[in-house]
Nanobody, 126 residues
């Protein structure tokens, strides 16, 4: 049974940093695509960062490029989202996700992902 658990959310002021972690079990990370999504109140869930564990390529949504970094510790089945220079518009519930295939058609599309964590709240104040 696949399980994914996020941690590391919290409240910060604009310009601050947070690192989210997603610890997984029941799957082999090297055969999966991994991603972080977020959902703000009243908005659709959107992909912010993804990792193709097959070739190491990363993908980022435009608003977070240069500020967020996705990475993994495959030995521990944990992947991370380092978020720097946070802005109030980054406020959302953040979810980690995994797809059974290591290559998907659209790495930032929620429909590509099979497994989800429960979410962790990130709040950025002015």
């Amino acid at each position: 049974q696949v399980q994914m658990v996020e941690s590391g959310g919290g409240s910060v002021q604009a310009g601050g940093s947070l690192r989210l972690s997603c610890e997984g079990s029941g799957y082999v990370a090297s055969t999966m695509s991994m991603a972080w999504f977020r959902q703000a109140p009243g908005k659709k869930r959107e992909g912010v960062a993804a990792l193709n564990t097959g070739d190491g390529r990363t993908y980022y949504d435009t608003p977070v490029k240069g500020r967020f970094t996705i990475s993994q510790d495959s030995a521990k089945n944990i992947f991370y989202l380092q978020m720097n220079n946070l802005k109030p518009e980054d406020t959302a519930v953040y979810y980690c996700a995994a797809a059974r295939a290591w290559a998907v058609a659209d790495f930032l599309a929620a429909a590509e992902y099979d497994y989800w964590g429960q979410g962790t709240q990130v709040t950025v104040s002015d």
